[in-house]
């Protein structure tokens, strides 16, 4: 069975800062993705960033990146120079289950950042 | 812009009354989900459609429904709603591939009294 696990359910950060957001997994398959979506208090959810498991190079999008980890199952989420607008639950996902893209989600960081 | 919608986007039902929720998309994608999402936790998928092909999870409990007429719309129907269906309901679309992102719409918040 797959499994994603976030074991903090919330951080804060000074804005302009540097905080990093934990995520393991569990999975049996080879080939597979792992997304980071974020979720702002009463707005949709978006894709922060994502990973494919074969690809060695840790993902980056501007201020995010991950820190990849395939053999410990570890895909940590860091933002640098954090923002206001950053503010929000942050879902650390798995792709299973074929070419369908089902996703099975952590149960998310809530993070603040103060001003 | 290409988008997806849902509505209402907040819905107030009474216990053991039907509802439908709605979802609509206009990036034509051919998969379509719907999520379930408590306070404070994480979606958890319901089912998806993969073109017309419907997919239930296991455990998802029958008096949830869904309809997907074309490739535009969607629809979730709670057949006799429970305190325990009170959530927010997500719908989501994305291209089937496991590496495509899923596009989510703003959900429906569900109140059952």
């Known amino acids: 069975a797959q499994t994603v696990t976030q074991s903090q359910p919330e951080m804060s950060v000074q804005e302009a800062e540097t905080v990093t957001l934990s995520c393991t997994y569990d999975?049996?398959?080879?080939?597979?993705?792992l997304f980071w979506y974020k979720q702002p208090p009463s707005r949709q959810m978006i894709l922060v960033i994502r990973?494919?498991?074969?690809?060695?190079q840790n993902a980056t999008e501007n201020r995010f990146s991950v820190n990849f980890q395939k053999a410990a199952k570890s895909f940590s989420l860091k933002i640098s120079d954090s923002q206001l607008g950053d503010t929000a639950m942050y879902f650390c996902?798995?792709?299973?289950?074929?070419?369908?893209?089902?996703?099975?989600f952590g149960k998310g960081t809530k993070l603040s950042v103060k001003p | 812009d290409a988008m997806v919608i849902q509505n209402p986007r907040y819905q107030v039902t009474q216990f053991g009354k039907p509802v439908t929720l709605s979802c609509s998309q206009t990036?034509?994608?051919?998969?379509m989900y719907w999520y379930q999402q408590k306070s404070s936790q994480a979606p958890k998928l319901l089912f998806h459609?993969?073109?017309?092909?419907?997919?239930n999870e296991a455990d998802t409990p029958d008096n949830f429904q869904s309809r997907r007429p074309n490739t535009s719309f969607c629809f979730l129907d709670i057949r006799s709603p429970g305190l325990g269906d009170a959530a927010m309901y997500l719908c989501?679309?994305?291209?089937?591939?496991?590496?495509?992102?899923?596009?989510f719409g703003p959900g429906t918040r569900l109140t059952v009294l």
């Open positions: 989501a679309t994305s291209r089937a591939s496991k590496s495509n992102e899923q596009f």
């Open positions: 999975t049996s398959e080879n080939n597979y993705y």
């Open positions: 990973q494919e498991a074969y690809k060695q």
């Open positions: 996902a798995l792709n299973y289950g074929g070419s369908q893209g089902n996703l099975i």
């Open positions: 990036l034509n994608h051919n998969v």
């Open positions: 459609y993969y073109d017309k092909d419907f997919n």
